[in-house]
Every structure is written in structure tokens, then in C-alpha cells.
């Protein structure tokens, strides 16, 4: 995957000076095996912080080796002052771990107190006002520490990568699709440019390249990654065409910006004007770690790209779209385990989950924009260029980070599958189950206003969600609550 920054991790042990300095640094060496038994890669600053001036040496360690994210260790029970102030001088995400006490048999010079320390080092980071990470229990063994810092790397990642971050819009959000419109501010707030601009900007340079060279090749790739399933052949130059275009505007205009997204309105002047529906290219960029949403939905975008920080993987962005007809659910029941039939849904969108997340992906064209567009009687032209098919089984994680209305960030995390069972109608598409998806539909996703969009991931990640949105700042942060637990509002005579 590109388009993601690299996590080069540092890590610290402290020592409060009435306690020896060598029991943190023998239980730093024994973090790192353990890291290094795990493949990662660690630079372990050689001096233990004890106070302030060790600080400034560590800081100057870990600039010189290029560290961009932090786990400060405390051996035993740590000087709060200057291990926080290493956290607030270090530019970058920073984790702050405890050691266990090793053995009964040496509790008296092996003791390190850091259980007690951890929390004048929570004290004093609010008292900085450090955003630090701490793990749900963040005391424990070498390895039990290695796995908490393992934890930290997705986490650190969204951090990194927001602070340097561009997301490309074009043109308004459909009227519509209102729901989809929403504060830009908070963007800002997260350290994430946004660079909005009209469809004719897209326009124009798209024209320009009309006659480009580099067409054909993209072309190419293009018909040997659909294979069998390049149903519509004659759209492909149009398609090549937008993937160019688009990634000629990102890297002439990324300016200070790593990395960079898209948000761009795809209907209905889009058909009419760009000759194609740009859902394949959508599904393409997605696949290099580069998310485009549709409808110009500026924070699904951003959801996909999190998503994709935290998995390692592409995502998708899909409505949550339609119910699973009873007859469907009954007739499907045997694999359906014990899911209700209000535990399902069909996410939906035209054609832009890339490739590798598709069973039997095909080149079709959009059926909604071709009733709207084209005449039903005639072969579909400006509408076509939709990648469908059903979407693999799986264990997947729904996301959306989102901004109210008076500029509040909040968030939503469901985890659940999408099912090996046909859904039986168009586009990119699959039956997603989702443990009381109908109470955390309507307690949730209607109460709390958010729109129909939703990223979707292609894994389990729902632990590290959540600390990342606690990272970012984010307070509300729903989750599908398990049956027996009301939401704030459920009624509980329902």
C-alpha cells in the first residue's frame, strides 16, 4: 500500500532517581527482544530519562534517528515531570507503558512501583495537556508491553498521516445528498488540508489530456486486471483518461501535503460531460491507497483513508443501502448462524470497492444514471464504467468519522462479516451482518443524524478505531451495543 507514511518508533525508559536506573534499562532490552521477536523495528534511546536534562538528550536521540512516534516505558516508577516532558517536546503520537513486577522472589531491590507510576504520569500529562496513548491496561510483562506497542504503530499511523494529509474535492455536494455536506473546520482541527474545487477545474485538465500518451498503457492494465469480466471494453480509454488526470492533479497540486484523497460529485452532469461514470477509477486509486468517495462526501473519504491507516488494506465506501428481503434471510438461514433477519443489510454503491475485495468483479454500466440519462432502448454509453459484483465474505469493520452541524467531531465503530450469500441485484454489493444492527441502526446512525454513507473495512479493527479516535480528540465514539444494554434514548418498553 502507498499513500501511507512509515511508522518509525522510538522508545524511552524513565527512572525516578530513588529507584535504579538499571532496572528500567534491563527492562527496556527485554521490551525490545520482544519487539524484535515480533519484526518490529525499534530505535531504543540508550539513556534513561531521570531527569529533565536526560530528557533533551533523549529528544535529541530520537530527532537524529528520525523517529516520528514514541513509547515511553516506565521500568519502574518514573520521574512524571520529565517523562512528560519529553511527550510534550517529542513531535509525534506518543504511548506510554508500565512494566509488571517480574517474580515474588525479588520484591524488595527488584521492585519498580511503576503500577503507582502510571498514574502521576496520567496526572501530569493532562496537567500538560498531552494527548497521549494508554493502552486499556497499560501495565504488563516485556511481551505483554511489545503487544501493547504493536497496538500503538495503526494508531500512531492516523496520527502521522492526518497532520499531513490533502483532500481534493470536486465540485458541490449534490443537493440530494445533503447529508453528505458537512463543516470543513474540523478538518482543519485534525491538521488535514482540504483543497475544494470546481468540476470544471477537473474539466479542463481532463480535456487537456485527451491525446495523451500514457493513456494506452493505463488502458492495458486496466483490461488484464478485469480479464474475463471487461464487459464494456470501449469505455476503457475514457476511464484512463480521469485515472491520469486525477493523479496529475494530486501531484501538481499536493504542495506541502505527504499524502492525499479524493472527495469528488460523480452525477448527473458528470455522465453527461466526462462521456462514463468514474466508479472503476474510484475502485483503481482505492486499490494504491489513494480512497475517492462519491458524492463528494468529504468525511467519507476520510473514514475510508482511517480505515485503510489501521488495516493495512483498501477500503470501500458503501450505502447502507437496503434491507434483506424475509425470503432471502429464510432461504439463506443455514449460514446465517445467529443472525436475525434485522441484523442484516445490503451495502451498497455503483461500482467503486476495488477488484480484490469482489467476487467475479465486472466492467458493467450504471443502471440508476442509465435510466435517468439514456435511452433504455439503445446500447448504454456515458454511463457506463461501474465495477460489480458481490463482495467476499469476510470479517469487516463499518466507520465513519463525521462533523455535526456546529463543528463537533463524533464517530461510529460496528464490527461484523459480510456473508457468502448472493444478493441477488446490481452493482458493487454484498449482505453485511452486523451484531443488533436494527438498534444500533435507529439508536445510532437515526439519532445521532449521520448520512448513508460508511467506510468499510476488510478486518477486524475496531479496538484500534477507537483509540485512534480518542488520539484525535473524538469524545463520542458508538458502537453497536450488545442486546441488554440500552442506548441513552431506547426506549426500554420497546
Not at 535504579?20 to 539513556?47: C, H, Q
Request: aromatic share 8%; charged share 20%; hydrophobic share 40%.
Amino acid at each position: 500500500m502507498k499513500n501511507m507514511p512509515t511508522v518509525k518508533l522510538g522508545i524511552v525508559a524513565v527512572s525516578r532517581d530513588c529507584f535504579p536506573s538499571t532496572l528500567s534499562e534491563k527492562r527496556r532490552v527485554a521490551v525490545v527482544a520482544a519487539l524484535t521477536k515480533k519484526g518490529i523495528t525499534v530505535t531504543e534511546v540508550k539513556v534513561v530519562v531521570e531527569n529533565e536534562v536526560h530528557a533533551v538528550e533523549a529528544l535529541a536521540e530520537l530527532n537524529k534517528a528520525g523517529c516520528n512516534a514514541l513509547a515511553v516505558y516506565l521500568g519502574n516508577f518514573g520521574p512524571e515531570g520529565p517523562e512528560t516532558l519529553l511527550a510534550q517536546k517529542f513531535c509525534g503520537p506518543v504511548m506510554f507503558a508500565a512494566a509488571a513486577e517480574e517474580t515474588g522472589e525479588n520484591l524488595i531491590q527488584g521492585r519498580g512501583d511503576a503500577y503507582c507510576g502510571m498514574l502521576n504520569a496520567s496526572y501530569n500529562l493532562g496537567l500538560r495537556g498531552v494527548n497521549a496513548h494508554i493502552p486499556e491496561y497499560p501495565v504488563g510483562t516485556a511481551c505483554e508491553v511489545a503487544d501493547m506497542i504493536s497496538e500503538f504503530l495503526p494508531v500512531a499511523r492516523v496520527k502521522i498521516a492526518l497532520g499531513k494529509l490533502k483532500i481534493f474535492s470536486f465540485g458541490p455536494r449534490p443537493h440530494d445528498f445533503l447529508a453528505c455536506n458537512a463543516p470543513i473546520k474540523p478538518l482543519f482541527d485534525l491538521g488535514v488540508e482540504i483543497q475544494e474545487n470546481s468540476e470544471l477545474d477537473l474539466y479542463a485538465k481532463f480535456k487537456a489530456n485527451e491525446n495523451d500518451p500514457r493513456i494506452q498503457a493505463v488502458v492495458e492494465d486496466m483490461a488484464a486486471e478485469l480479464g474475463q469480466g471487461n464487459k464494456q471494453p470501449g469505455v476503457l480509454k475514457r476511464l484512463a483518461q480521469l485515472e491520469i488526470t486525477l493523479l496529475d492533479w494530486a501531484n501538481d497540486n499536493k504542495g506541502a501535503s505527504e499524502y492525499y484523497i479524493f472527495a469528488n460529485k460523480c452525477w448527473p452532469a458528470f455522465q453527461t460531460q466526462f462521456g462514463m461514470v468514474p466508479c472503476y477509477v474510484n475502485s483503481r486509486l482505492a486499490a494504491r491507497g489513494i480512497p475517492v468517495s462519491c458524492e463528494t462526501d468529504i468525511y467519507g473519504a476520510l473514514s475510508e483513508y482511517i480505515l485503510q491507516l489501521v488495516t493495512d488494506l483498501p477500503p470501500t465506501l458503501l450505502d447502507i443501502n437496503n434491507t434483506v428481503p424475509y425470503d432471502m434471510y429464510e432461504a439463506n438461514k443455514k449460514h446465517l448462524g445467529d443472525y436475525k433477519a434485522t441484523d442484516l443489510f445490503m451495502g451498497f454503491h455503483c461500482g467503486n470497492t476495488p477488484i480484490c475485495h469482489l467476487k467475479n468483479g465486472e466492467m458493467k454500466y450504471q443502471l440508476i444514471m442509465n435510466r435517468l440519462l439514456e435511452d433504455p432502448n439503445t446500447e448504454p454509453d456515458i454511463t457506463r464504467g461501474t465495477l460489480e459484483g458481490q463482495i467476499k465474505a469476510g470479517q469487516i469493520t463499518l466507520f465513519r468519522l463525521q462533523s455535526t452541524a456546529d463543528c463537533v467531531l463524533r464517530s461510529y465503530i460496528a464490527q461484523g462479516e459480510t456473508m457468502d450469500i448472493d444478493p441477488r441485484s446490481f452493482g458493487g454489493i454484498g449482505i453485511i451482518a452486523i451484531p443488533e444492527m436494527a438498534r444500533f441502526y435507529r439508536h445510532v446512525l437515526v439519532a445521532k443524524r449521520y448520512p448513508h454513507h460508511v467506510g468499510l473495512g476488510f478486518a477486524h479493527v475496531g479496538k484500534i478505531l477507537f483509540s485512534a479516535m480518542k488520539m484525535l480528540g473524538v469524545a463520542d465514539v458508538a458502537y453497536n451495543q450488545p442486546a441488554g444494554r440500552l442506548y441513552c434514548g431506547e426506549n426500554p418498553f420497546a
